[in-house]
């Protein structure tokens, strides 16, 4: 299996030692997201989080789904927010703060530090397309989750904006390696090699964006396209503006989690 840039070990490291990059891309999206509900809210809506609860979340980044969920936190007997970079989890700790029942540590998804059966929900959102033996990630995952346990694991598909904007840039070969390990077109399969009943839970959105400005932003923060990171910011400006329609650019999204559940 090739290792691109997208999930080599310290490519990942570099890309999310701080969460600027991350910053800019959850505030693009924020901004030109046609979904006003926001993809974060919505996975959260979705979890089956009950009182006295045992969580485990892989690669919380910012801790920015947590945030304003004060009574969700409150209902978990132990929450471990958990980052494969330090700087990450200093973010998350910033923003949810400290509490009693909240644990903040840093795990590699392939060697997570918790004894089999530890968890009644493991989450693991848009970050097992980063890891370098995904196998034995959801290996770990099923292990340290309960039998009757819930995985939640979001990620994108193989028909995504990133994939006609490199058409749009004529990217191919090393200026453009789209990460399709983990999608939501073969996502079902990798998690079929452990859990037993997969249910995928998709997300209807798109892009309208109205400040190619902030696309650019958004294009130079991306590793897997980072033949556009190298142009000319006026180069880059030039080729979108000859696709925006009425002053703005419209751009499909595919995105979704999926739910997971039962041993194999």
């Known amino acids: 299996m090739k290792m691109g840039s997208s999930n080599d070990r310290d490519a990942v490291k570099a890309q999310y030692a701080s969460s600027k990059s991350l910053d800019i891309r959850l505030n693009f999206h924020n901004m030109y997201s046609t979904n006003k509900m926001g993809f974060g809210p919505w996975l959260v809506e979705g979890y089956e989080i009950k009182e006295g609860m045992k969580v485990l979340e892989l690669g919380t980044g910012t801790g920015s789904m947590w945030t304003g969920h ?31 029942n909240v644990e903040y540590k840093q795990i590699d998804v392939q060697n997570i530090p918790f004894e089999d059966n530890s968890f009644d929900i493991v989450i693991a959102n848009m970050m097992l397309y980063h890891v370098p033996d995904i196998n034995k990630a ?14 939640y694991s979001a990620t994108y598909g193989e028909h995504n904006f990133n994939d006609i ?7 191919f070969g090393e200026s453009y390696d789209p990460n399709h390990l983990f999608t939501l077109q073969n996502g079902g399969e990798v998690l079929g090699r452990e859990f037993a009943d997969i249910e995928v839970r998709r997300y209807e959105d798109s892009l309208h964006v109205t400040n190619i400005d902030d696309l650019a932003d958004y294009l130079q923060s991306l590793k897997a396209l980072h033949g556009i990171g190298t142009m000319e910011r006026d180069e880059i400006l030039k080729m979108l503006k000859l696709h925006e329609e009425d002053g703005a650019i419209n751009l499909q999204k595919e995105y979704g989690t999926f739910v997971a559940r039962g041993a194999k």
């Open 70 to 100: 004060d009574d969700l936190i409150a209902k978990c007997d132990k929450l471990v927010l958990s980052d494969f970079s330090e700087g990450m989890l200093d973010t998350a700790k910033n923003n949810v703060g400290e509490r009693d």
């Open 138 to 151: 959801v290996s770990e995952i099923r292990r340290v989750l309960k039998d009757d346990g819930i995985f």
């Open 165 to 171: 904007i490199a058409e749009w840039f004529g990217l």
